[in-house]
């Protein structure tokens, strides 16, 4: 995997997510630097062992900074109904241009484990505990930071 340099991708970001493949020097439109959150909403979210952990439903934004600070995340579940929701740490997940997907690399297990909600209570995402929780799990640093 290489950035546009043709480097390696393989640092963290505590600001965004990473983009990886073969595809990312094509800047024959829009991507894969700067998209339309509602072109990576639906986008399969796959772990490194290529397992499936659900898709992208919303990206939060915090409007204040105007920075990507959540992807919610849809698990489990049969035709959306009995679907767990995760908020995951927009820094966490790396955008396969290959496979015009996102990996996160936790575990199915693991990421049944995570905290989660449903889609009738949503947690206060700008509750600053909350947030420390959510990014202690997936060991990312706070996106402000």
Known sequence: MSNLSGT???GSSAKGARIA?????DHSGP???VMAA??????????SAGEDLGKIEDIMLDVQSG???YA????????GVGNKL?????????????????VLDV????????????????????DPRWQGEINTYYGRPAYWE
């Not at 493949?21 to 020097?25: A, L, M, N």
């Not at 919610?72 to 035709?79: A, P, Q």
């Not at 995760?86 to 996102?102: G, I, R």
């Not at 575990?107 to 700008?126: E, I, N, Q, V, Y």
Request: glycine share 8%; aromatic share 10%.
């Open 8 to 10: 390696p991708n393989t």
């Open 21 to 25: 493949g073969d595809k990312i020097s």
């Open 31 to 33: 991507g894969p630097d």
């Open 38 to 47: 509602s072109t990576l909403e639906g986008d399969a979210v796959r772990n």
């Open 67 to 69: 920075q990507v600070a």
């Open 72 to 79: 919610v995340l849809s698990f489990g579940g049969f035709l």
């Open 86 to 102: 995760f908020a995951v740490p927009w820094s966490a997940l790396t955008l396969d241009t290959d496979n015009e997907c996102f």
């Open 107 to 126: 575990s199915k297990d693991r990421l049944k484990d995570a905290p989660g909600f449903d889609k009738d209570h949503w947690p206060s995402m700008a």
